[in-house]
Nanobody
Framework: QVQLVESGGGLVQAGGSLRLSCVVS????????MGWYRQAPGKQRELVAG???????DYASFVKGRFTISRDNAKNTVYLQMNSLKPEDTAVYYC???????????WGQGTQVTVSS
């Protein structure tokens, strides 16, 4: 059974930091495309940061310079370090794992991030 379990969300003041974690089990971790997405109330889910199997990163313009995505293959975990948080970063954050060659596309259950002004 494939599981993606996010953690690390919470309430933080503007300017603060949080680190989200996503532990993946049930599939081979290395070689996948990893991503963090978010969805605010009344808005569509959007890509925040992506990490290719080769280590290339990609960030949405609204988080560039503030957020960092990384992975630890030994721990089957992908991280999202979020610094200089803003109230508009408030959303549910989701982890995603993909490997198109194997038709894999899995999502976590989400973790709430709330940034107060």
């Amino acid at each position: 059974q494939v599981q993606l379990v996010e953690s690390g969300g919470g309430l933080v003041q503007a300017g603060g930091s949080l680190r989200l974690s996503c532990v993946v089990s049930g599939i081979i971790f290395s070689g996948n495309v990893m991503g963090w997405y978010r969805q605010a109330p009344g808005k569509q889910r959007e890509l925040v940061a992506g990490l290719s199997s080769g280590g290339r990163t990609d960030y949405a313009s609204f988080v560039k310079g503030r957020f960092t995505i990384s992975r630890d293959n030994a721990k089957n975990t992908v991280y999202l370090q979020m610094n200089s948080l803003k109230p508009e970063d408030t959303a549910v954050y989701y982890c995603r794992v993909r490997r198109t060659s194997l038709n894999w596309d899995y999502w976590g259950q989400g973790t709430q991030v709330t940034v107060s002004s």
